[in-house]
């Protein structure tokens, strides 16, 4: 019986001499250390965009070209108004030269459409571009910003501000509510997290 229970016992002996290595074999190197945690930072994008001056040089060139394209379209719109009146000056006394002239208006008309899009298309893909600028811009120095302090993430803070509703659009009241809900991305943020004010400093200080 003594030497049945001795060759029992030999291979559980062997099994826990077995584990007790490697466990220590684990313990002492081979398993892969914790990950550091994570450093996340937060942003309030509607706060940068409001000021930044990234846009500056930008809106002066829109807004100049929006007043040459307002100034324009009130001379062609004037000069459709001179035409108009000279054709209700000649309706009684020479029909045909009215008529002429009111065709003469309907082609001017359609011209000053025709123009007015092209160029509400050139107005809209010059601001597109602005966009564009400014969100490069923000995003190179949240770059800098986050490899110069140590940030692994930075993410933007969609927390804040209520749900609204509005009777101006068509879709249900619920629908507006959910849509707003399903669109953020983020519940909660500490303010320790908030990077704004320096990203801000970053993105001014490299456009001056």
Sequence with gaps: MNNARR????P??????????LVGHDAF????????????ATVNMTTVFERINANTPW?????????????EATRRTELINEELKKSEALTETDPDGAQT???????MKLELDE???????????????MWRSM???????????????????????????????????QVSREQQV??????????????ATDITEQLIVRVNNSNP
């Design 7 to 10: 060759a029992l016992a030999l």
């Design 12 to 21: 559980f002996a062997f099994a826990i001499a077995a584990a007790i290595v």
């Design 29 to 40: 190197g081979t398993r892969p250390a914790s990950a550091p945690a994570t450093k996340v």
């Design 59 to 71: 809106e002066v060139e829109l807004n100049t070209l929006a007043d040459k394209l307002n100034a």
């Design 101 to 107: 002239i009111r065709d003469k208006v309907a082609l």
């Design 115 to 129: 123009w007015g899009g092209l160029k509400k298309l050139e107005l809209d893909r010059e601001r597109a571009l």
């Design 135 to 169: 969100y490069q811009s923000v995003r190179d120095q949240t770059i800098s910003l986050a490899k110069a302090d140590g940030w692994d993430i930075v993410l933007v803070n969609d927390s804040s501000g209520d749900i609204k509703l509005s009777d101006d659009v």
């Design 178 to 191: 959910i849509s707003q809900i399903l669109n953020r991305r983020m519940l909660y943020a500490s303010d």
